[in-house]
């Protein structure tokens, strides 16, 4: 009990009270609802802008007002139950998505240890974390989709089971190359806490020397949020709106919230885990590192990331199509997966042979022939995914071949039934008419 005690109180975070944790927990969930309107209004001038035309512009200056009339338009919107649905989990699961999108920000670290203002109290800018906090994040972000899964079943409708579905394979595969992609950061930092993994990143940031794992990470961090070119369980042009076909109003917009939630979410991990997190730069022997380390200015870096990597969703919906669904789950197992693990052994290969590299940043260039490597089996990968549509083009126009050919089954003598994509030519009494003879009435 002594020893429990002492490693209570040498644990800043577990020695806050009770208020200070209250507090924040209420500053994070304003600064999630605050995010999630201002993303909205964000991605809509972006797309716009790259799609040439202005974007939202009628409500407040700049049209910064405009996600709060959507916000209301939701709520005084009417709510519909549909009368096949399963009514207790058709009104739980939107609840699920958002509950489980609130609990990633728990462990995200805004800054260093800072005393409270007007009071002699230090604690540090995070609500909470303990040694397997990414473990948790893994985890919540898991719980999200069952949300989706049982919000598409108890719809009691075909297209919202359809994106159940899928949703369901898309999670399965994106989150696998997802933590294969954090494994490295976990070798590099020797923890799989939130903070001492931005404590590691003093000297340089992971994205330098695990640049392979920042891009898979961003690759799956779009799949697992459902955003184009992902964004198959809502595919609007396949199955209207997938999962929320059948949701209107509030829980259609819980949703909605939990989306960009999970996408703030995503951004925050990336920029926590290789960005340095709340640090302004790796290179802390320049001067004004001091001054921009502490005070207000931690969380200002944080933000400024997350939002960058914003940016990144973004300009991908408005520059990529959709993946068939196909193509999504060959580029998920057989590109994504196997280059992760290959470079999970390579990086504790190297890490053994090479103690050194561990912090050194003079060895990134030893993982030249590396990533050389990775590139060259994703090229080879696309080769033979290539191959394979050119086969398939082949076939198909085979077959119209075929369809354009006559087709006689008596050719060899005997009747032939058709071949696939053939077909038997008319019949020829298909052309022929029967004369009526009328006859007169005193016949």
């Known amino acids: 009990m002594i020893r429990l005690a002492m490693a209570v109180d040498e644990n800043s975070l577990a020695g806050d009270s009770i208020w200070v944790v209250i507090i924040k927990a209420v500053l994070i969930l304003v600064f999630l609802l605050l995010s999630v309107l201002f993303a909205v209004w ?23 007002l405009q996600s709060v009339m959507d916000a209301m338009k939701l ?22 998505s958002v509950f489980a999108a609130f609990l990633t920000f728990a462990v995200i670290p805004f800054g260093p240890e800072t005393r409270i203002p007007f009071t002699d109290e230090v604690t540090p800018l995070q609500l909470t974390d303990f040694p397997v906090a990414v473990l948790y994040v893994l985890a919540a972000a898991a719980l999200g989709v069952y949300g989706i899964v049982l919000g598409g079943w108890a719809s009691g409708s075909t297209y919202p089971l359809m994106g159940a579905v899928r949703s369901t394979a898309q999670v399965i595969s994106y989150e696998l190359a997802m933590g294969l992609s954090l494994v490295t950061v976990f070798m590099y930092s020797g923890a799989m806490s939130t903070q001492e993994i931005v404590d590691a990143q003093e000297s340089v940031w992971w994205v330098l020397p695990l640049l392979p794992a920042f891009v898979i990470y ?108 196909d193509q999504f789950m060959k580029f998920g197992w057989k590109v994504l997966i196997p280059v992760g693990l290959g470079w999970v052994v390579l990086v504790g290969a190297g890490m053994v042979l090479l103690p050194e590299f561990n912090r050194d940043t003079s060895y990134f260039f030893a993982f030249a022939p590396i990533i050389a490597v990775l590139l060259a089996w994703v ?40 071949l696939p994509g053939q077909k038997l030519p008319p019949s020829p009494r298909s052309g022929r008419t029967v004369d009526v003879v009328k006859e007169a009435p005193g016949d």
């Open 75 to 96: 709520l005084m919107k009417e709510d519909i139950t549909v009368r096949a649905s399963e009514k207790l989990l058709y009104i739980v699961a939107p609840m699920i």
């Open 42 to 64: 964000f991605e809509r001038r972006v797309v716009g802008r790259l799609q040439e035309r202005p974007g939202p512009n009628r409500h407040g200056p700049f049209g910064l």
């Open 379 to 418: 090229v080879f990968s696309l080769v033979v995914d290539t191959k394979a549509v050119k086969r398939e083009e082949a076939e198909a126009a085979r077959l119209q071949k075929f369809e354009t050919e006559e087709f006689d089954p008596f050719a060899g003598g005997y009747p032939v039934p058709p």
């Open 218 to 325: 961003v690759i799956s961090m779009v799949g697992e949020t459902n955003r184009l070119p992902f964004d198959l369980p809502e595919a609007e042009g396949e199955l209207v709106a997938g999962y929320m076909t059948e949701y209107s109003s509030m829980k259609f917009a819980w949703f909605f919230l939990a989306e960009y939630i999970n996408m703030i979410n995503v951004s925050a991990i990336a920029s926590t885990l290789f960005l340095g997190g709340w640090r302004p730069l790796w290179w802390h022997e320049w001067p004004g590192y001091y001054m921009l380390s502490n005070g207000i200015f931690p969380p200002i870096w944080l933000v400024i990331k997350i939002w960058l990597l914003m940016f990144v969703f973004v300009w991908i919906r408005g520059s990529v199509l959709r993946f068939r669904y």
